[in-house]
């Protein structure tokens, strides 16, 4: 499988946004790590245990964007005054966040690259399980202790479905 593009270049969002004319690059790790992956996966299932009435859909999608923003950046191209500004959460929060614009660019790539191996296990768990066992088993025979048989014998009468030719196909 080839590698997904993890690059995005956006707008300078540095401090002095003359630094890069060209823009900032921002990478997004590839493969997630998995306690990243476990983290985002839990803090959903945490709030939406948790949360009064829920967590409906946009709300979860906007905080699975806001976590994405956080914890899954793998380096960016900021600067301030020569140095590079670290990336950490509380950088994202004052230099990316601040940016809606570029914080989406980058939220939408990460939803692109991990919203099915993150939300994967919680669309799973929704659906309900079918077990799927025992369906396999109708070689024993059925058991028909006849109790409320005889009741209807008109059922029988054929009632052929002749009314599905009707209109539909014109034989010409
Ligand atoms: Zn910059």
Not at 116 to 127: D, F, N
Not at 131 to 148: H, I, M
């Amino acid at each position: 499988m080839e590698a997904p593009d993890t690059e995005i270049r956006i707008s300078c969002i540095c401090p002095d946004p003359a630094t890069h004319p060209d823009g900032d690059v921002v990478r997004l790790q590839w493969p997630l790590p998995f306690p990243t992956m476990a983290l985002l996966n839990k803090t959903i299932r945490w709030e939406k245990s948790t949360r009064e009435g829920g967590l409906p859909m946009p709300a979860a999608l906007a905080l699975l964007t806001e976590l994405y923003l956080r914890h899954t950046l793998a380096s960016w191209t900021l600067v301030e005054d020569g140095a590079p500004i670290a990336l950490n959460e509380a950088n994202v929060e004052r230099y990316l966040m601040t940016v809606p614009t570029a914080a989406f660019e980058v939220a939408d790539r990460a939803d692109d690259l991990y919203s099915e191996i993150v939300l994967g296990p919680l669309i799973q768990r929704a659906s309900p399980s079918s077990p799927g066992g025992p369906t396999e088993r109708s070689t024993s025979p059925t058991k028909v202790n006849g109790a409320a048989s005889k009741t209807s014998r008109q059922s029988s009468r054929s009632s052929s479905s002749n009314t599905e030719t009707t209109g539909i196909v014109g034989t010409a």
